[in-house]
């Protein structure tokens, strides 16, 4: 069993910048990818970026060039860096865990993120 716990969400204007963190615990060993989704009442809940294990990265479109997901192997840590943000990345952001193989199947409470315009 993986536990994650995010921080990070706030209420932030347009075109500023927010870092969410996700801390890992547990069973971390066999996690093979890590990710950021998000979602909004009403929508299925998408994808944001992941990281596997080797450090490939995969963003969603909308997040290109403006998100950036890194961690700390150190802190059992994974970041999302979002910068330029604007009202439609307001969402409840999860991180989830793929623990083992490539299915998320660990995941967090969520953090809410709200920009205003």
């Known amino acids: 069993q993986v536990q994650l716990v995010e921080s990070g969400g706030d209420l932030v204007q347009a075109g500023g910048s927010l870092r969410l963190s996700c801390a890992a615990s547990?069973?971390?060993?066999?996690?093979?990818?890590m990710g950021w989704y998000r979602q909004t009442p009403g929508k299925q809940r998408e994808l944001v970026a992941t990281m596997t294990r080797g450090g490939s990265t995969n963003y969603a479109d909308s997040a290109k060039g403006r998100f950036t997901i890194s961690r700390d192997n150190a802190k059992n840590t994974v970041y999302l860096q979002m910068n330029s943000l604007k009202p439609e990345d307001t969402a409840v952001y999860y991180c989830a865990a793929a623990n083992p193989g490539w299915v998320m199947n660990s995941w967090g409470q969520g953090t809410q993120v709200t920009v205003s315009s």
């Open positions: 547990g069973s971390i060993l066999r996690i093979n990818v």
